[in-house]
């Protein structure tokens, strides 16, 4: 189980999270929606640490800290516990599809190197990319280096991915192949955190839906509620804009 | 005096001109080495903009970028015994060549920490939070993610500094010093025949930069995948 609770972060003084509070289920696949801007990324980035919130505590399982008196070491042991997918892939370029899978295993997790490289192949073929363990990202399309990243994650075993967008900097056709992936991770029940902008996938794949505008929480609830009957305005402009825009249909 | 050029005179000077290249040589490759580490501390006290050391970094690069190597190698000739004598060191007996070799170290200091600090710099940012969102420490992050990256980055400029200090030697000489200008200086003092030896230096200085140019080239091919 997951728990964030009353988290605010601040750069300058433009706000961003104003109190924002998330509960997952263990297994649970939580789509994050809303406008640009509203703070969807700050979010993930504070639950990694990859930025420090100023207010609000973080459970993960038995571990719980305050964000902005977590030292180093219960920083690691969150990361320990999560993993990210990021917008822009983010391999580590001076590495090879199976040494990016390998390294946060063999480096942060001291797993013997016989059996990081026998997880990183197994990841790496559940992702289809079987043929592809000795290229390096700039050898790899988008969508194939966001499977490696995916795969990546996966590997570590967190007890929660955080995904930012992972298909908005792809080509579209691209992106099937990568949301098909991450349907294959739900379906093993790994609980995700997903930030995304493709309303027929979140639709499908989620159980709980959140809509945050300016830095808080407007709306939560199952898909069916969200999308067929939300109950605030904001939520409802921003549904009929991105259907519009993408011209999707649920 | 005889002829104003002789080219004979060229090829008997050759060998003994060119015994002094390991003079040169180990100006350059003390100072390279000795330059990178120190530039490598250098840099980091940069990028983590360590208190009080930053800004005294910053005026330090300043200052070698600013002035001339050969002021620079006065001020350690004349300057450090100095200094050191207020500590109660006296170094007035060490051989010219050691101050040689601390000048060029700390030129090559100032200009490795700015090769160093851009090319780690230059690495994306992606690149560190995706090292600590599988766990990866600040340290394990910099060492195995951040530097090999910033190595490939940095290649190509460590080897025209390299091409630079070869140069650049050759003013060690106004310390006295027998280098391959020393030497021809020397004989052209002798046989009047300044000329020869000179052509001597720059055609060795030629090959030797060529090579070394060759050399950076091939290894750059070699090293940097794809
Ligand atoms: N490092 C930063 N420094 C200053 N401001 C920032 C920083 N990161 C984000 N912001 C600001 O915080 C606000 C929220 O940004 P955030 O990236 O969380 O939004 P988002 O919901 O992810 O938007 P998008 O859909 O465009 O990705 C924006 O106004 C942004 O300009
Ligand atoms: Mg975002």
Redesign the pocket.
Known sequence: MIQVKGVRKS??K?E?LKGVDLNVKKGEVVVIL??????????L?CVNFL?IADDGDLTIGDLSVRFKHATKKEILRVRRRTAMVF?NYNLFNNKNAIENVMEGLVTARKVPAADAYATAKKELDKVGLSDKYDAYPSQLSGGQQQRVAIARAVSLNPEVILF??PTSALDPELVGEVLAVMRAVAREGITMIV?T?EMSFAHDIADHVVF?DA?VIVEEGTPKEIFTNPREARTKQFLDRILLKYDYSI | MGKLFDVALVFEYMPVILSRFPVTLLIVSTSIIGGTLLGFLIALVRLYRVPVLNPAVVSYISFIRGTPVIIQMFLVYYGFPLLLLQVGININRWDKLYFVLISYMLNNAAFMAEIIRSAIASVPAGQTEAAHSVGLSGFQTLRRIVLPQAFFTAFPAFGTRVVNTLESTSLAFTLGILDMLGQAQAIGVRTYHLLEGYVVVALVFIAASMLLEKGFAWMERRLIPN
């Open positions: 750069f300058g433009n961003v809303g406008p640009s801007g509203s703070g969807k990324t700050t979010l980035r930025e917008q930012d967008e930030v902008h945050m830095g």
